[in-house]
């Protein structure tokens, strides 16, 4: 009975203000993140910081500009396959230089699907640069 109306007492108690944040902010492991004073940051309000500036519209774009870019050079490398199968079978040599093609933009298309870490890290620098620039902005 005791432990259960200390329970509700602690839900009815106001929570207790944490320190402001002190910039610069700096990640420590994904998802752990720290500010200036050592003070252990969660990655969702480093989100929440980060939706006051443009960062995160900045992140949505280059995430589907990438996408685009992925997805339409997989799309080009099976069509460039393609010909290159039917015009082997016609025995013509321009299926040559298509093969030669073909590879070319699967090795760019394997080469964007493969650079997806380094992306997000990118993305999440600048998520953290944004939720420095709310910290910093003066009032």
């Known amino acids: 009975m005791i432990t259960a ?20 902010l700096d990640e420590v492991d994904h ?7 050592g003070q252990p940051i969660d990655w969702r309000e480093i989100r929440s910081l980060a939706a006051k500036s ?17 997805f339409s050079f997989a799309g080009l490398t099976a069509l460039e396959v393609w010909g290159t199968v039917r015009l082997a079978n016609r025995g013509n040599f321009f299926a040559v230089p ?5 590879a070319a933009t699967g090795g760019a298309a394997i080469l964007l699907w493969t650079q997806m870490p380094g992306d997000r890290r ?18």
């Open 31 to 37: 998802p752990r993140y720290e500010d200036a004073n």
């Open 98 to 102: 298509l093969a030669v093609q073909a």
């Open 5 to 24: 109306l200390l329970a509700v007492a602690a839900l009815a108690a106001p929570p207790v203000p944490s320190d402001p944040l002190v910039p610069p």
């Open 122 to 139: 990118e993305d999440r620098a600048i998520l953290l640069n944004g939720a420095e620039s709310v910290l910093v902005k003066p009032r």
């Open 54 to 70: 443009d960062a995160r519209r900045r992140v949505r774009g280059r995430r589907l500009g990438r996408n685009v870019l992925r």
